[in-house]
């Protein structure tokens, strides 16, 4: 699951009151995290991927095909983007307000690119994924667009004015909400995700400036995250030690824990504030093995089995299937 980083449950709670306030089904987040403490818990963090398939899930369970756009409408407030909203609320100016999602954004999703830059009299935001070779679900980027327009722009006292805004995937057949948010300068199947306005709205006073609270939340920031990297760190070392071991049988929690020289409770605290359990990591990590084994042509599939820890080729083959839906065999011929 942590493949992809992670992000701040904060985020998940807003998609599922955005989908009960549509009408949909308060169970459609939670049936894809599976325990509702994660979203109630608001310094919790979750896999993109499982954020992914919340947007997904609520957008088709609302009804609505404007969910994205209406989601930030309903339910957008500074606190959905945790420390980094409220800094950015407390800023002096707008500039230093887009400032934070730039320099902590990795706080709130560790699997975005935020840039702002002036290009002539115009500035810019653009914000997608880190990975050039992925894409937001639709929803989900048109609420982080109407999300820059509809706190920052108006918490420096700028209302909704005309801006231009574009996004990466195809239109959408309706384009009413659209825009009535933005103005009639919407495109699509564009290259990023981003917005554009007057560089000169960069210098507006934040009519929410709170100078003393922007310091102590900016010191705040900074040290969640050096905790950030620092599990991500854990994260690596972790890996290193499973995949080391995976040969002779996978390595249960306690001999990690043993071997990284801490507890075995400790350990699962922090795997889990980083949005994953040590069973995905265990089950993710075999799974890329297992692709990387079954590339190399000289390895039988009992021998790639062997290497993973199975003690079975049965069990190994349920693997596969688990992961993939396909066959050892099968997996083998779709990656070569």
Not at 56 to 61: P, S
Not at 179 to 194: D, I
Not at 290 to 308: A, E, F, K
Request: glycine share 8%; aromatic share 6%.
């Amino acid at each position: 699951m942590d493949r992809c980083g992670t992000v701040l449950s904060s985020l998940a709670q807003t998609v599922a009151r955005a989908c009960e306030a549509a009408g949909g089904p308060a169970r459609a987040a939670t049936d894809v995290v599976g325990d509702a403490r994660v979203l109630e818990d608001t310094e919790a963090r979750l896999s993109f991927a499982a954020y992914a398939k919340i947007w997904t899930a609520c957008g088709e369970a609302s009804g609505d095909p404007s969910f994205g756009l209406n989601a930030a409408k309903r339910s957008l407030q500074a606190g959905t983007f945790g420390v980094v909203g409220f800094m950015a609320r407390s800023a002096p100016t707008l500039g230093d307000a887009l400032d934070c999602a730039v320099r902590h954004g990795a706080i709130v999703n560790e699997t975005s690119k935020t840039q702002v830059f002036v290009d002539g009299d115009i500035a810019v935001i653009r914000d997608g994924p880190a990975d050039p070779g992925t894409r937001w679900p639709r929803h989900k980027a048109e609420f982080v667009m109407a999300a820059y327009l509809l706190l920052t722009l108006e918490w420096a006292g700028l209302g909704r004015q005309p801006v231009s805004v574009s996004f990466r995937h195809a239109a959408p057949s309706r384009l009413e909400e659209h825009h009535a948010l933005f103005g009639s300068n919407v495109s699509f199947g564009a290259r990023h995700n981003e917005m554009r306005f007057p560089a000169s709205w960069l210098r507006r006073p934040m009519s929410t400036a709170e100078p003393a609270l922007f310091a102590f939340l900016d010191r705040r920031a900074v040290e969640l995250g050096a905790n950030l990297s620092a599990d991500r760190d854990l994260l690596a070392e972790i890996r290193r030690v499973v995949v080391d071991g995976l040969a002779s049988g996978p390595p249960s929690l306690e001999q990690v824990a043993r071997t990284l020289g801490t507890g075995h409770r400790t350990l699962q605290r922090r795997l889990q504030h980083h949005g994953t359990s040590y069973r995905d990591l265990l089950d993710e990590l075999r799974f890329q093995q297992c692709r990387r084994l079954l590339l190399d042509d000289g390895l039988t599939i009992d021998h790639v089995s062997s290497m993973l820890g199975f003690s079975e080729a049965r069990a190994f083959r349920r693997a596969v299937r688990r992961w993939s839906g396909l066959s050892p065999r099968g997996l083998r011929e779709h990656l070569s």
